[in-house]
């Protein structure tokens, strides 16, 4: 198991690197010409807040997030990610960062795809003190939303979900993500 989740940790990490890079040459190679708006204006700032609830616990999570569009259709961005989660007697502290691409087929529907990488402080609660374990936990989110304006809400599905690892009470996520 531990094998298996240094390999998918690995993957991860590499593939994160791996789009991030890509998009930086992307974008460095832009031109910019007059009368059109440059990168930074048409960031769009904002984020997503999300609330699961399981059987023995809960898990809340904040992502502050900028994301660019790329299109009409198409957007794609960073997050920060800060999540706790208490389960029986275990307690989870997570924070990472994530890569987010959103795409709108028609303005009401939102698809969502966020690969994400977290650094997990879970301590035991064992009548005192208890043991601590700090490890990396990849999830990786397909969405499905429905957007008004500024904000969508729906769910996310982590295709990458380990139950005895993952910060996340569940699979499938509900959350409400707002951009300005």
Same mark, same amino acid.
């Given at each position: 198991?531990?094998?298996?989740? @240094? /390999?998918?940790?690995?993957?991860? @990490?590499?593939?994160?690197?791996?789009?991030?890079?890509?998009?930086? !040459?992307?974008?460095?190679?832009?031109?910019? *010409?007059?009368?059109?708006?440059?990168?930074?204006? +048409?960031?769009?700032?904002?984020?997503?807040? #999300?609330?699961?609830?399981?059987?023995?616990?809960?898990?809340?999570?904040?992502? $502050?997030?900028? !994301?660019?569009?790329?299109?009409? *259709?198409?957007?794609?961005? /960073?997050?920060?990610?800060?999540?706790?989660?208490?389960?029986?007697?275990? @307690?989870?502290?997570?924070?990472?960062?994530?890569?987010?691409?959103?795409?709108?087929?028609? $303005? +009401? /529907? +939102?698809?969502?795809?966020?690969?994400?990488?977290?650094?997990?402080? +879970?301590?035991?609660?064992?009548? #005192?003190? #208890?043991?601590?374990?700090?490890?990396?936990? $990849?999830?990786?989110?397909? #969405?499905?939303?429905?957007? *008004?304006?500024?904000?969508?809400?729906?769910?996310?599905?982590?295709?990458?979900?380990?139950?005895?690892?993952?910060?996340?009470?569940?699979?499938? !996520? $509900?959350? !409400?993500?707002?951009?300005?």
């Amino acid at each position: 198991m531990k094998v298996s989740r @240094k /390999i998918t940790q690995n993957y991860l @990490k590499n593939s994160f690197f791996l789009l991030l890079s890509l998009l930086c !040459i992307y974008y460095s190679q832009a031109q910019y *010409t007059p009368g059109q708006s440059d990168f930074w204006s +048409q960031v769009r700032y904002g984020g997503s807040f #999300g609330l699961g609830f399981t059987n023995g616990g809960f898990n809340v999570a904040l992502s $502050p997030s900028a !994301i660019y569009p790329v299109s009409d *259709t198409f957007a794609a961005g /960073i997050s920060l990610n800060v999540n706790y989660a208490k389960f029986n007697e275990a @307690k989870f502290l997570a924070y990472g960062g994530s890569l987010l691409s959103l795409y709108n087929p028609i $303005p +009401q /529907i +939102q698809l969502s795809a966020e690969l994400e990488q977290l650094r997990v402080n +879970q301590t035991f609660n064992l009548g #005192g003190s #208890g043991p601590e374990d700090n490890y990396w936990s $990849p999830a990786l989110f397909f #969405g499905l939303g429905y957007t *008004t304006r500024n904000a969508s809400i729906g769910l996310r599905y982590n295709v990458l979900f380990d139950e005895n690892n993952s910060i996340y009470a569940d699979a499938l !996520i $509900p959350f !409400i993500r707002f951009f300005f």
